[in-house]
DNA sequence: CCAAAAGTGTTTGACTTACACCCATGA
DNA sequence: TCATGGGTGTAAGTCAAACACTTTTGG
């Protein structure tokens, strides 16, 4: 407690600290029941404070860096991937987020393809773990996980995110279970299907999917320009 | 070009700027028509970049405080304003905001009360503009404004915040004309009006407006919980 | 043939929109 | 009494949930 306000009143006189965090989703088919479920990868901490505890990547934001290039930047160089959606998440800056040092991290959320994902390094200072059950996590990382799910959880019912975690060509049946891992729970086929069709941005290939054990479904593909999306005010289709 | 290039060069050394802007909006009655609408104070530069355009309020982080309360601060010195809503907007942290120096910006936006805006302080350096039709700010506030508009508009769509618009006690028709201020649209009094009531936290007072030239409109009172709304991912409520 | 996923059709209820209509007040 | 906004009723249209049903494959 003592050495606790001795910190305190030392880091008053230090600017607050910037850094750049990304949480990374991608979704992984769990080998238990073949439904994919969603994974993120976290780095180890080999310093205090928290050591060996689990934590977000990233790091500091460079002089000659956009706040989402930095984003980028960190999420390449610890899990090797390049995310096929980056968006802000939000700015953290309360005054107890690190024991040492006062801290104001600017928080980016990404989603990767399942073949980047699959290519992702795992070490021994980064491993990839189920966001639906963390234990006990670095700083308040625990907090923005649990805020960037629920973004991801309003974006996904909203907009057009859910090809992000999908290759070039996919079924309707694949689009609805990218939907079902991320809300959590079963939608009704046939609906979900005409929902979909209903949207001007899926076009329908000569492709189908053989080898399965029951009818071959038919392959897709997204139209829809990625940059229309909304990923924040430099998005300059924002209305 | 030159100066330019020495200036880029020549800051790539120092650690990026962090300030806190606040975009402030309330309504008020135009004299033209009797129809409210949005407003928002700014301030007026007195050194250079940008001298003499009009700005957001905000100021550097204080290291003892946290990210809402360095909004809240800044608005309280600059306007004298309490507001009755404020949330995160957006950090802004491009490499070409200011000419002088690498500068992230935190930006907060904030609803205030028509009485709390009545007492705000108009000075020399203070003035309050409408938002629809603003001139060449200073920075990228103009797109920051443009961004707040479009994140209000959302909010008023989806939630409750258009109460914190309004005093205490309103009627229905306030209600209404503040979505109407906000959306910049004319909305059906009578479809309005079911919808509302049909929401839980809208309660009926036993009080009406005398004195109007028309038949007197009942009283209403919002009884939802401020704390209720999704204003981040701090608001421990939500789910 | 059977099981199961792909894909189509149909019914139902909830909700939105438009608009006709009555009520209450000041002028 | 009339004009006007407050307030209620109602029919048409839209949309999503529920679910029955047909199609097509592997076993």
Chains 1, 2 share one sequence.
């Not at 290519?119 to 006990?136: I, K, M, P, Q, S």
Request: glycine share 8%; aromatic share 10%; net charge neutral.
């Amino acid at each position: 407690m003592g050495i606790g306000s001795a910190n305190v009143s030392e880091r008053a006189q230090q600017p607050p600290e910037l850094a750049i965090s990304t949480v990374i989703f991608a979704l992984r088919t769990d080998a238990g029941h073949g439904r994919p479920t969603l994974w993120l990868p976290l780095v180890r901490r080999t310093r205090q404070p928290f050591r060996d505890l689990w934590a977000l990547p990233g790091g500091p934001l460079s002089a000659a860096e956009s706040l989402q290039d930095a984003a980028a930047r960190s999420l390449q160089e610890t899990t090797g991937l390049q995310p096929s959606y980056l968006e802000q998440l939000y700015a953290f800056g309360g005054l107890d987020r690190s024991p040492v040092q006062r801290m104001v991290s600017i928080v980016y959320w990404a989603l990767v393809r399942p073949d980047e994902a699959a290519l992702a390094r795992e070490t021994e200072n980064v491993g990839w773990f189920r966001a639906d059950c963390l234990d006990r996590l670095a700083f308040d990382h625990n907090l923005i996980v649990d805020y960037a799910l629920w973004r991801l959880r309003n974006k996904v019912e909203y907009g057009s995110i859910a090809y992000d975690f999908l290759g070039p060509k996919f079924t309707l049946a694949q689009v609805r279970e990218v939907y079902e891992a991320v809300l959590g729970r079963k939608l009704d086929p046939a609906n979900f299907r005409r929902q979909l069709r209903s949207t001007p941005d899926i076009e329908e290939t000569d492709e189908y999917v053989q080898g399965g054990r029951h009818r071959p479904p038919r392959l897709y593909r997204y139209t829809g320009a990625a940059a229309q999306r909304n990923n924040g005010p430099l998005s300059q289709t924002v209305e």
